[in-house]
């Protein structure tokens, strides 16, 4: 299986400030990555597809980098509505597998 | 906007069975390829299924592979999930998402549903 880890497993941010979570790939996985934003209680919400495309309707200041192993996610100008949870998600090969989580709170 | 609506979810004895549901709509069901992720108390995501458009095409977590079963009825525009042989460790919430394409992105999911395996 191809692991996926998440780094920090948590941050904290004050508002405006520009955040960065990593995910590394056990493998070569290509462009093959998502992140997505889950809230307290609600089902996951995709940001970002295939490494850097961002998903319709989702704000500016949220992108996606990376190709190969490495990958990044950033939120420029974090917003007090951006407390969340960030899961990476390969899917290069089965099975699909997600990184661990970033929980983002708020300074 | 796509609409998904999980149900099925409940209190069953390890060993037991129990068969969710997820009802799609505003969208053109049968051309997607539907997705089962579960999310344990307190844990991550984890993939467990996956059903092309048609239906001829399954995938499965080694977790559940044997035990769980995916189908689609594109008539009525709902996805199925059989759970046989439940155990402790199946103890999550159901979420059911569209894909975007087969076994790639998840773009639109449902609020879930619980199912708690205990005796």
């Known amino acids: 299986d191809i692991q996926m880890t998440q780094s920090p497993s948590s941050l904290s941010a004050s508002v405006g400030d520009r955040v960065t979570v990593t995910c590394q790939a056990s493998?070569?996985?290509?462009?093959?990555l998502n992140w997505y934003q889950q809230k307290a209680g609600t089902a996951p919400k995709l940001l970002i597809y295939d490494a850097s495309n961002l998903e319709a309707g989702v704000p500016s200041r949220f992108s996606g980098s990376g190709s190969g192993t490495a990958f990044s996610f950033t939120i420029d100008s974090l917003q007090p509505e951006d407390i969340a949870t960030y899961y990476c998600q390969q899917y290069a090969d089965l099975p699909i597998t997600f990184g661990q989580g970033t929980r983002l709170v708020i300074k | 906007e796509v609409r998904l609506l999980e149900s099925g979810g409940d209190l069953v004895q390890p060993g037991g069975s129990l068969r969710l549901s997820c009802t799609a709509s505003r969208f053109t069901f049968s051309i997607y390829a539907m997705n089962w992720v579960r999310q344990a108390p307190g844990k991550g995501l984890e993939w467990v299924s996956t059903i092309s458009g048609s239906g001829l095409a399954t995938y499965y977590a080694d977790s559940v592979k044997g035990r769980f079963t995916i189908s689609r009825d594109n008539s009525k525009n709902t996805l199925f999930l059989q759970m046989d042989s439940l155990r402790a460790e199946d103890t999550a919430v159901y979420f059911c998402?569209?894909?975007?394409?087969?076994?790639?992105?998840?773009?639109?999911w449902g609020q879930g549903t619980l199912v708690t395996v205990s005796s």
């Open positions: 998402a569209k894909g975007g394409q087969l076994l790639s992105y998840f773009d639109s």
């Open positions: 493998q070569d996985i290509r462009d093959y």
